[in-house]
Nanobody, 127 residues
Framework: QVQLVESGGGLVQAGGSLRVSCAAS????????VGWFRQAPGNERDFVAA????????VYADSVKGRFTISRDNAKNTVYLQMNSLKPEDTAVYYC????????????????????WGQGTQVTVSS
């Protein structure tokens, strides 16, 4: 079992940047595929980005493509989401999720794929 803790959220003006982190403990994180999701008030939880455990494969939602970058440092058991050119519609609670997998290339958009979830970190973008 792995425990996930998100950090790095906060308040930023439109056009600004933030980097949120997902730190894992409990198991070897290097064999976990990781995804980022977000949920705004009154909305469903939406996919943002995902990365394979090898780091060689990543996928993004169309709404963040070109602005957000997902990366990981397996030596630090941490996955990052760098968010640039933030917009007010990016305001949400951001969650990371993980699943242990034998595939080094798995980067999955479906929330149902993931077994472990963090508690979330709030990102607020003011206009």
């Amino acid at each position: 079992q792995v425990q996930l803790v998100e950090s790095g959220g906060g308040l930023v003006q439109a056009g600004g940047s933030l980097r949120v982190s997902c730190a894992a403990s409990g198991r070897t994180f290097s064999v976990y595929s990781v995804g980022w999701f977000r949920q705004a008030p009154g909305n469903e939880r939406d996919f943002v980005a995902a990365i394979s455990w090898s780091g060689g494969n990543s996928v993004y939602a169309d709404s963040v493509k070109g602005r957000f970058t997902i990366s990981r440092d397996n030596a630090k058991n941490t996955v990052y989401l760098q968010m640039n050119s933030l917009k007010p519609e990016d305001t949400a609670v951001y969650y990371c999720a993980a699943k242990e997998t034998e595939s080094p290339h798995a980067a999955v958009v479906r929330s149902q794929y993931y077994d472990y979830w963090g508690q979330g970190t709030q990102v607020t973008v003011s206009s």
